[in-house]
């Protein structure tokens, strides 16, 4: 069965403080996406970045970047430099071969002046 | 190009009744997905349609059921409201159905049963 897990439930930093958020996930496909999206108070969800499951390269994009490990099955998101505007839920999901989408739990992060 | 919208965003219903939400997805996208997320359960997909066929179903009674149109509109309904049918309901859309498919979601329509 197919499970993304996100471990921490809430995170709070300081402004310009790196922080990143984990993701470890479930699957027997040898195909699936990964993806992550934020979340803010509004209520809307906005894709952030996908991933498939061939192409383990890192992105950076701004000052948010994204390590993605097979060998740990973990697809985990580092914001750098932190700012309030980051505050946010962010998900992470994986899509499998029948484009079913499982959702983490959410990471709730906090960014304080 | 607009997004995904939802209507209405806010609803009131009272236990028994039945409701009917809206999504008009991204123009040239042919998918929508529906989700429900509850503060307990979090984000949980309900259903897929896509060229007006239901693809994927999630795991939810059959009280709830939806359907597409043929410009791609698609309409959910929840019959015989339950006190835990309250919940934030999310539509996305994206452009073909696929694993691959980025999809892209509305800003959601906010249920709650009394």
């Known amino acids: 069965a197919q499970k993304v897990t996100q471990a921490q439930t809430e995170i709070s930093v300081v402004e310009k403080e790196d922080v990143t958020l984990d993701c470890v996930y479930e699957?027997?496909?040898?195909?699936?996406?990964l993806f992550w999206y934020k979340q803010p108070p509004s209520g809307e969800l906005v894709f952030l970045i996908r991933?498939?499951?061939?192409?383990?390269q890192n992105e950076i994009s701004g000052r948010y970047s994204w390590n993605f490990q097979k060998s740990t099955s973990s697809f985990n998101f580092t914001i750098t430099a932190s700012q309030v505007v980051d505050s946010a839920v962010y998900f992470c999901?994986?899509?499998?071969?029948?484009?079913?989408?499982?959702f983490g739990s959410g990471t709730k992060l906090n960014v304080k002046p | 190009k607009a997004g995904v919208t939802q209507t209405p965003r806010y609803l009131i219903k009272t236990r028994g009744q039945q409701v009917t939400l809206s999504c008009s997805p991204i123009s040239g996208h042919r998918s929508v997905s529906w989700y429900q997320q509850t503060p307990g359960q979090g984000l949980q997909f309900l259903f897929e349609?896509?060229?007006?066929?239901?693809?994927n179903k999630g795991n939810f009674p059959g009280r709830f059921s939806g359907r597409q149109f043929s410009n791609s509109r698609s309409e959910m309904n929840v019959s015989t409201l339950e006190l835990g049918d309250s919940a934030l309901y999310l539509c996305?859309?994206?452009?073909?159905?696929?694993?691959?498919?980025?999809?892209?979601f509305g800003p959601g329509t906010r249920l709650l049963v009394l």
């Open positions: 991933r498939n499951s061939f192409d383990e």
């Open positions: 699957t027997r496909d040898t195909t699936y996406y």
């Open positions: 996305a859309s994206s452009q073909t159905s696929g694993s691959q498919e980025t999809q892209y």
């Open positions: 999901a994986l899509s499998d071969n029948f484009n079913k989408f499982y």
């Open positions: 349609y896509f060229s007006e066929t239901q693809r």
